[in-house]
């Protein structure tokens, strides 16, 4: 399976964007679909995950109220919509997938499908 993220830029602090992560190849209609972030010299960290059979979402306390995880699963797209971005949310943003759901989904090693990541970067 292949994920292609996309959507990623440049914005100021209070302005929004909105990522996209197409897979193609198998489909996790029974699965997760997550966004993890990764800023230089950390580790990548958990932003947000859809669980499909359910729809059922869940969050980061750093971007409750602010994001919004999102899915098409006709199109095997999952959508991370963010507003109120800060400068801390400047990263690197991948999205990965698995295809059963995980009790500890927010745990990188979870997740053996990723695409290539999508700089976001907010300038204050």
């Known amino acids: 399976v292949q994920l292609q993220a996309s959507g990623g830029g440049s914005v100021q602090s209070g302005g929004s964007l909105r990522l996209s992560c197409g897979g193609s190849g198998r489909t996790f209609s029974s699965g997760v679909m997550s966004w993890f972030r990764q800023t230089p010299g950390r580790e990548r960290e958990f932003v947000a995950a859809l669980r499909w059979g359910t729809r059922a979402t869940y969050y980061a306390d750093s971007v409750k109220g602010r994001f919004t995880i999102s899915g098409d699963k006709v199109k095997n797209t999952v959508y991370l919509q963010m507003n109120s971005l800060r400068p801390e949310d400047t990263a690197v943003y991948y999205c990965?997938?698995?295809?059963?759901?995980?009790?500890?989904?927010?745990?990188?090693?979870?997740?053996?499908?990723w695409g290539q990541g999508t700089q976001v970067t907010v300038s204050s």
């Open positions: 990965a997938a698995r295809i059963n759901f995980a009790i500890n989904y927010y745990e990188e090693y979870q997740y053996t499908n």
